[in-house]
């Protein structure tokens, strides 16, 4: 029997999915999970050590997986964490303070004490060269390659760099410049890792394009020792199957890609629990859906659009303020859009400026965590509130691993909310859940909104410690009809990674004018691209039949300062260019078409695999459902008194109503009076909103 | 209804998502890059009274408090009683309106079982409207382009095409004008669905006890954090660039016990260039300076602007009355923030910031390389001004907001070419917190053909002012092949011109002598500071 291995570094455990082609039933025996405390040191030693504890808890041997999938949030922490390769830059002369310059702009107007993330690459590790290409990629100054030289022996000798960033003006346009220099590089420093902005991010805006380049030069070497370690480690342990990692848009790269580009391997993990509901909802039959992954210090959401996560080329890394745009430094690369908002079971709850209650985004973390953890946190948080309604069982925290001091988690709603607030404590409590509830629907309502996604007929999936806990009352204020909570939710990463195909994509910045477009232009820059996109799969050895591509354009009106991306049809026609943007800018813009020439500007090419075989849960045994107790639990009015299941207990078909607290290890599953909740014939809970208003 | 803490806490932030979401049908709605990237809009929720209950979080200063008055100017045209479910008012006068007359600010009446309960506002600033176009250059405002006075677009859900005519045959490009008025029509008919879904989630009759419990709280704590300025009057007096000469803003500030009062008594009076401001715009830009210093977490409401008192002398700059000109009130308008901070320096000298060297905005306007029409506008941002212990950002503006636009996008809808852009060492004002750095910007015409730059530059006689002792930012100056030209003038470049822009640098916060060592070496180390520029504000040595 073959397996399947997914390994997913979060911030306290790794966790590991191990699937074979028949579904992922833990008892049928074709599914199992793992999770080990997460090594930040060296994080490859959890991973194989979990690897090796989990096979040898099934009496099976590495020799029987045939593929495993990672996922790592250590490119990220390496830029949180400015822990990566003394990085320099080489660029046009002239233009050596792009970095400091940023986008000339506030991310905040009322605060003017806001601060921005200093450049990866300091000043005086930048060196400039004479050279300049314009934008339609002609050269005005040739490259001055010994003055080069000079500037980049400088940064070797002087500034001792380990890694270089080259990034030209306009190296999108025509990278030739950049080659020259990289492979000057290359045979005068054989060991400096060098990154290419034209290669890494060939699009144009300068800052972003700079900057994605000087992340990816500086983790690169980190992320190649890290890679080698493991591959090293899982060969040690017999493991002679495909290896790959997990990228943010969703694919997977082979190791070879990932170590190119470590900036596209920023956020990993959150892609794969995105790639998972995706997964959930394909195989539900519902394509449209709200992914809501809520843990210990944030809570994530994404768009199912179609069946397929809703995609961006932006995201920011090592935000000065957590949750505000712009505080960052921007990636730009392929990546599932995300929502991150600043609340989860360790957000600290307090009364703000207007008399009112505020949680988040500041968090107890761990340590000392939430008041009932009992290690001396003096602050309410969430956790506090959501045992003191009665919805978390004091004794069975973490599948009974831990227990919770309810009396702490009382005094502290008491002194902090309820005492200042003249609430009582039920009341103050249930207001630090709802509050909680209003902002992720809040942050959904934007994001939705800003992207004409309609959800009020789809679907919520639900996951992750405090998921299930507040995904009721979120798709109630949304007027979601439905919530999904999910089998096997407390590993969805690590499932998700593998249900996601090897992918490469590439976009490339090329304005012209719809107009002067010829067909034989428009199909070969099109073939250039795919053939740039499709390289790494060949080399994975991918079968050419198997590969899926996908085309897309960002286009606008001529003279408009912002693009849509259309998608192209497969065999589409360059007559056809003009009525497929008209069609999308209406469905964007409402109405309002323009009288003016179309401009092509970013050109963008997706390359697929086949998405991997992953069979959905083999059926659990039938079972009536019969509750292992009752506790008192508040749903706005007054405690009453809710049946606890077991989750596990419960076989297909089962029915519950509403109030019921259904436990899993990792979380609870919180049904309000009223609502109802069925086991499906996979083992997902399928809650309907009765009460819906 | 008694309304407990959790309940107005929901409530209330569920109004903001509204007027938040409202934004987003907007943005995503209009043509125009100035709505969807510089977020030039704003959109305002009121009650049956006409208090504003929850703004759009996102939305430059300028419209901040203005919806209120402009919503009474409506209803003394179209009272409340005669007002019927469809009908839509507009107007973009700058005195009923936000200061000029690109800003076009639209109505919509909320019914709720068969009454108003609410009423929407939407204002963006409109793509033309006809005149001379954006800039200085008109003596009256007649020469600005199209005024409508406060008229009724749709009366019962049915449109007045007569008011579109007019406005498609006063402005360029047409469609996009009538495309972002319509977008706007569409936002507040979403903010109408929404307000009464709310009512009925809720199962409110009206907004009226929840927009007096929301308006409460924002005025209890704006009290509470000006109680704790220090009483007394503060003044300052700034001199700032004119078209012809230096006008002279001044400000009087009585902070007392939990309320402040702004004047400005001393300002020099309007002159004949698009550049006075109404006193909307100039309320509007101390009510956002306040924010910046009292509360700048709380949601904007009219319960924050109740303790903020602002008057000015009718006709004086700050109060321009018609036909006085206004396209380009912000030129001046944008000068209320560091002359209001420089009168409360004394009060709270560690929450106030030293000048910023602001933004630049040059237009240019001409010929592609390739055949199409160029219009459009470069921005260059000076340096931000220091605070206590926080050095200026570099190239960051205040108290305006707009992103530059990047050279490779620049250089591909112009084809011009920037031969350089890089920081100034040494443009940032000297201090215990240095200010943030200027920067040189260069554009070669590389269009072939004559282009036509306007400037608007400001900060290039007088400097931005440090701060507690701090050194003041390096000005401002453009030049045209290496010859300094006046700063608010237009120029036509020939192909191979260069023109050049220096940005002024923030100014420096508290003695330089207090600047610790590290930061001076670091500085040094980084090449913001030169060697002659530490021995020469700092007596830094090295040693």
Redesign the interface.
């Not at chain 2, 950002?393 to 108290?399: C, H, L, S, Y």
């Given at each position: 029997m073959a397996y399947r291995l997914g390994i997913d570094i979060g911030g306290t455990f790794t966790d590991f999915a191990l699937v074979n082609s028949t579904g992922f039933n833990e008892d049928a025996g074709t599914f199992a999970i793992h999770k080990q405390l997460t090594t930040p040191d060296d994080p490859s030693r959890a991973v194989l050590e979990g690897t090796a504890n989990l096979l040898r808890r099934h009496g099976l041997d590495l020799g029987a997986v045939v593929e495993i999938v990672h996922g790592t949030t250590l490119v990220t922490n390496a830029v949180i964490e400015r822990k990566g390769a003394r990085t320099g830059l080489l660029t046009t002369r002239g233009f050596g303070d792009i970095l400091d310059m940023r986008q000339e702009k506030r991310y905040d107007v009322f605060d003017l004490r806001l601060v921005f993330p200093d450049p990866l690459v300091p000043r005086r590790r930048r060196g400039e060269v004479d050279e300049r290409c314009h934008y339609d990629g002609t050269i005005e100054v040739p490259l001055d390659l010994a003055g080069a030289r000079a500037a980049l022996d400088h940064l070797v000798q002087e500034e001792r760099i380990e890694a270089l960033a080259i990034c030209l003006l306009h190296g999108y346009a025509n990278p030739a410049h950049e080659q020259a220099l990289g492979e000057m590089a290359a045979a005068a420093y054989p060991d400096l890792a060098v990154s290419l902005s034209s290669e890494v991010c060939p699009e144009w805006r300068e800052f972003e394009r700079f900057t994605t380049t000087t992340i990816n030069a500086f983790t690169q070497p980190m992320f190649d020792q890290y890679l080698r370690r493991l591959e090293m480690g899982l060969k040690e342990l017999g493991f002679g199957g495909q290896f790959f990692v997990m990228s943010s848009s969703g694919g997977t790269l082979t190791p070879e890609t990932a170590r190119r580009f470590p900036a596209r391997v920023i956020e990993s993990g959150p892609a794969a629990g995105a790639q998972m509901s995706a997964f959930h909802g394909r195989a539900l039959k519902r394509t449209e859906l709200l992914s809501f992954d809520m843990g210990g210090t944030t809570a994530k959401g994404a768009l199912i659009r179609g069946g397929a996560a809703i995609k961006v080329y932006h995201q920011e890394v090592a935000r000065m303020h957590d949750f505000k745009a712009g505080s960052g430094l921007p990636v730009k690369s392929p990546v599932i859009d995300m929502i991150e908002i600043g609340a989860g079971g360790g957000s600290i709850a307090g009364v703000d400026v207007r008399g009112t209650i505020r949680v988040g985004p500041n968090s107890a973390g761990a340590d000392p965590g939430p008041a009932c953890y009992g290690q001396g946190g003096g602050d309410a948080t969430l956790t506090d509130a959501n045992l003191v309604l009665g919805y978390l069982d004091p004794e069975f925290f973490l599948g009974g691993e831990m227990s919770l001091d309810r009396a702490a988690s009382e005094q502290v709603i008491r002194d902090n909310i309820a005492a200042p607030l003249k609430l009582s404590l039920a009341r103050a409590a249930w207001g630090i859940h709802e509050i909680v509830d209003e902002d992720v629907a809040r942050a959904f309502r934007i994001h939705a909104s800003e992207r004409g996604f309609d959800y009020r007929g789809s679907s919520m999936i639900a996951f992750g410690g405090s998921g299930p806990v507040h995904a009721m009352g979120v798709a109630r204020k949304l007027g979601i009809p439905r919530v999904i909570f999910p089998v096997a939710a407390g590993v969805m990463s690590a499932l998700g990674l593998l249900a996601s195909p090897l992918t490469f994509e590439v976009a490339r910045t090329r304005q012209i004018f719809v107009d002067d477009l010829t067909a034989e232009d428009f199909a070969g820059t099109l073939a250039a691209l795919e053939a740039d996109a499709m390289a790494p799969l060949l080399e994975a050895k991918v079968e050419t039949e198997a590969l899926s591509i996908n085309r897309r354009l960002d286009m606008r009106y001529h003279g408009q300062g912002h693009e849509i991306e259309v998608s192209l049809p497969p065999d589409v026609k360059i007559e056809a260019l003009a009525q497929i943007f008209r069609e999308h800018y209406a469905a964007v813009h409402g109405a309002a078409l323009l009288d003016a020439p179309l401009v092509v500007t970013t050109w963008k090419v997706e390359v697929s695999a086949t998405p991997p075989e992953l069979a959905s849960a083999a059926p659990t045994a039938q079972g009536e459902a019969a509750p292992k107790g009752t506790r008192q639990a508040y749903f706005g009015e007054d405690y009453v008194a809710a049946p606890v299941y077991d989750r596990q207990d419960l076989g297909i078909g089962v029915i519950i109503d509403g109030p019921a607290l259904i436990e899993e290890r990792e979380s609870t599953v919180i049904i309000g009076p009223g609502d109802r909740v069925q086991v499906d014939e996979f083992g997902n809970l399928i809650a309907e909103l009765v009460r819906l208003s | 209804m008694s309304l407990?803490?959790?309940s107005?806490?929901?409530m209330?932030?569920?109004l903001v998502?509204i007027s938040?979401?409202i934004v987003?049908?907007l943005?995503?709605?209009?043509?125009s890059?100035i709505v969807?990237?510089s977020y030039d809009l704003t959109v305002a929720l009121l009650d049956a009274d006409g208090q504003l209950m929850a703004q759009g979080t996102y939305s430059?200063?300028v419209f901040m408090g203005t919806a209120p008055a402009t919503l009474q100017h409506m209803l003394a045209r179209y009272p409340a009683e005669s007002l019927r479910p469809g009908d839509v008012i507009i107007t973009n006068d700058p005195w009923l309106g936000t200061g000029h007359m690109f800003d076009i600010n639209v109505m919509r009446p909320v019914f709720h079982d068969g009454r108003i309960v609410a009423y929407v506002i939407s204002i963006t600033h409109l793509p033309d409207i006809g005149g001379l176009g954006f800039g200085a250059a008109a003596r009256e405002i007649y020469h600005e382009g199209l005024r409508l006075p406060v008229c009724k677009l749709f009366e019962a859900g049915v449109q007045n095409d007569f008011i579109i005519e007019l406005m498609r045959t006063n402005v360029r490009a047409p469609?996009?004008v009538i495309?972002d008025l319509?977008?706007n029509v569409?936002a507040t008919k979403v903010g109408e669905a929404m307000l009464t879904g709310f009512l009925?989630?809720y199962g409110l009759a009206d907004f009226a006890s929840l927009s007096q419990e929301i308006r409460g709280?924002?005025e209890?704590?704006t009290r509470?954090r000006i109680s704790a300025m220090p009483d007394g009057s503060y003044h300052n007096e700034i001199q700032i660039e004119g078209v012809d000469g230096a006008l002279t803003l001044a400000c009087h500030i009585d902070v007392a016990g939990d309320a402040m009062t702004v004047d400005f008594a001393g300002t020099d009076g309007c002159v004949r260039q698009g550049i006075n401001v109404p006193f909307c715009y100039t309320r509007a830009m101390v009510l956002?300076s306040m924010?910046?210093l009292t509360?700048?977490?709380?949601p904007n409401n009219g319960g924050s602007v109740v303790p903020i008192t602002v008057t000015a002398p009718a006709g004086c700059l700050l109060d321009a009355q018609p036909p006085s000109p206004t396209g380009a009130r912000h030129m001046i308008g944008h000068f209320v923030s560091p002359l209001v901070f420089g009168a409360l320096a004394e009060a709270v000298p560690e929450?106030i910031?030293a000048d910023c060297g602001m933004m630049d905005l040059m237009t240019f306007q001409g010929r592609h390389r390739?055949g199409?029409d160029v219009s459009t506008i470069y921005?260059?941002?000076g340096g931000f001004g220091a605070?206590a212990g926080?050095d200026g950002?570099?190239?960051?503006?205040?108290?305006s907001?707009?992103?530059?636009v990047?050279?490779?996008?620049w250089?591909?809808l112009t084809?011009t070419?920037v031969?350089?852009?890089?920081?100034l060492p040494d443009t940032g004002g000297a201090g215990a917190s240095r200010g943030g750095l200027g920067?040189e910007v260069v554009i070669r015409n590389d269009s072939g053909h004559v282009m036509t730059v306007f400037c608007m530059a400001n900060r290039t006689d007088f400097p931005p002012l440090g701060l507690m002792g701090g050194g003041n930012g390096k000005p401002r100056e453009h030049r045209i092949n290496d010859v300094t030209v006046d700063p608010k003038g237009h120029y036509e470049l020939e192909p191979g011109d260069r023109i050049t822009m220096i940005e002024a640098g923030g100014a420096g916060y508290g003695d330089p002598a207090l600047r610790p060592r590290e930061a001076i070496e670091l500085d040094l180390?980084?090449?913001?500071v030169t060697p002659e520029g530490a021995a020469r504000d700092y007596g830094f040595n090295g040693e």
């Open positions: - | 407990d803490a959790v107005v806490g929901i209330w932030d569920r998502a938040d979401e987003t049908t943005v995503r709605t209009s043509f890059t969807s990237e430059v200063p469609d996009q495309g319509m977008a569409t009925v989630e709280r924002s209890t704590a509470a956002y924010k910046c509360v700048p977490e709380l929450q910031q390739d199409h921005f260059a941002s605070l926080l950002a570099e190239t960051t503006p205040g108290p907001n707009m992103a530059v990047p050279i490779e996008v250089e591909t084809s070419t031969e350089r852009k890089y920081l920067q180390a980084e090449g913001f």
